[in-house]
């Protein structure tokens, strides 16, 4: 089990991912997205970069460890008619759940980062990415100035 897991759904991530949907929508307009892409966003919280994805026509789903933002996530779906954007709780270290090759982008901001086991997560990444495919991820390196 992932002992973050229980760090997340303590505190009201929801409200501060509020926050960060105006960045969140900027970046996916940079990614190309195009009716149909089939796209995989873990750590997803509620949907920051999840739902201008969904909104673009991809089809997405959201995988994070917090059951609380999974339920948050899929109730902002249901309030916007996004049948095309889910999100179910999982682990990215251990996505079993998921074919081989299955989407062709897979994102993680700020989220396979805080990952126990961030080598696993990236191995899940490029597993269910496929081939061309393309893996997007945003991170921060603690203690560094830049």
Same mark, same amino acid.
């Given at each position: 089990m992932n002992p973050n897991k229980a760090l997340w759904e303590k505190g009201d991530f929801t409200r501060i991912a509020a926050t960060m949907r105006e960045s969140g929508e900027a970046l996916v307009q940079r990614l190309?997205?195009?009716k149909g892409l089939r796209m995989l966003d873990l750590g997803c919280g509620d949907g920051t970069?999840?739902?201008?994805? =969904? $909104?673009?026509?991809?089809d997405v789903l959201g995988v994070d460890i917090a059951r609380?933002?999974?339920?948050a996530g899929n109730k902002r779906a249901a309030e916007h008619g996004l049948s095309n954007c889910t999100f179910q709780e999982g682990d990215a270290s251990n996505l079993q759940q998921l074919q081989d090759k299955?989407?062709?982008l897979v994102i993680s901001i700020f989220g396979a980062m805080f990952a126990p086991k961030p080598f696993?997560? =990236? $191995?899940?990444?490029?597993?269910?990415?496929?081939?061309?495919?393309?893996?997007v991820m945003g991170n921060w390196i603690p203690n560094d100035p830049t």
């Open positions: 190309g997205i195009t970069t999840a739902f201008p994805a =969904a $909104k673009l026509g991809a609380n933002l999974v339920e299955a989407f062709d696993e997560v =990236a $191995k899940e990444m490029v597993r269910v990415t496929r081939p061309g495919g393309r893996i």
